[in-house]
């Protein structure tokens, strides 16, 4: 099943024709952006993708994975491309991800087995922690098995971070900016909380992006290593947060504002050319994954 907001139907319309190559009985639902509350799928969306084997969901919205669970509960396997542009779908379907897939797999099976990492760069960052009770995600972008969850543009190897995070930690990008920060950013960390913000304008910019997010704004809650050898910077976002080699730090996290129709997304820095080691050996050299 394609699923898809009325005004990306050109591009879904080219998926769903290749669905029917591989099952005949391939359906096509559009959905119209103004059926749904605020950035919630309609509720016959979320019931539609529940009755499916396969589906593809698109849309220019972002997407809270808990609108999926009644698909998943099912056994469905679901592939979401969310905040969607006829561009972004064009970049992320040509792509191979199994390729993505092997790189990443790789990272999160060294992160499950070591106990402390350590990030530098040129830019001066240096900032040490544990990950022995970090939850590991690999986002490869495939969906293979029942109840899998794939999001596109995908490669992502992350941590889940606890209050475990010191050190200090400059941002040369910050992910769905088009250019690069005119003057890097200093993070000054301890046990996980952004202490210190240090930088011309575009630090004040991040300090007031930050207070949107209330008392929690400036916990570091996530650590992602890009493995997407496609995409490059300035595009979007998402695509910006897996560039290859690339490593982002998120603060702040996703929450619907009381405005309808808007949320309000976690905020990642992007240290361009790392270098990561894991228990004392370099996985990452400058931005070049040795895996």
Known sequence: MVVVEETLSEQAEIIWRAARRICKNAVFLKFSNASANGCHLPVQVEAALACSHCG????????????????????????????????????????NYRKISNITRKLVDLF???KTLQITSASGTDVRLSIQRCKRVAQTGLAH?????????????SLLLRSNVDGQIVLDRIAGQRKKLSKPIHLKVSKGH????????EAEALRKQLRKFGKHAREIRELGVGTNHEVTFGNSAQEDEKVLGSIHISF??????????????????????PTLSIDGKVIIDRGTILV
């Open 145 to 157: 098995a029942a109840c899998d969850l794939a999001f596109l543009p995908a490669g992502e190897a």
């Open 56 to 95: 593809i969901l698109l849309t220019t919205t972002c997407v809270e994975e808990k609108q999926l669970n009644a698909a998943r509960q099912k056994d469905s396997r679901v592939l979401v491309v969310q905040n969607a542009t006829q561009a972004l779908l064009e970049r992320a379907f040509d792509t």
């Open 252 to 273: 702040g996290e996703n929450h619907i504002t009381q405005a309808k129709g808007r949320i309000l997304q976690a905020v990642k820095g992007v240290v361009l050319k």
């Open 194 to 201: 952004i202490t210190q913000i240090k930088g011309e304008s």
């Open 112 to 114: 499950s087995i070591s």
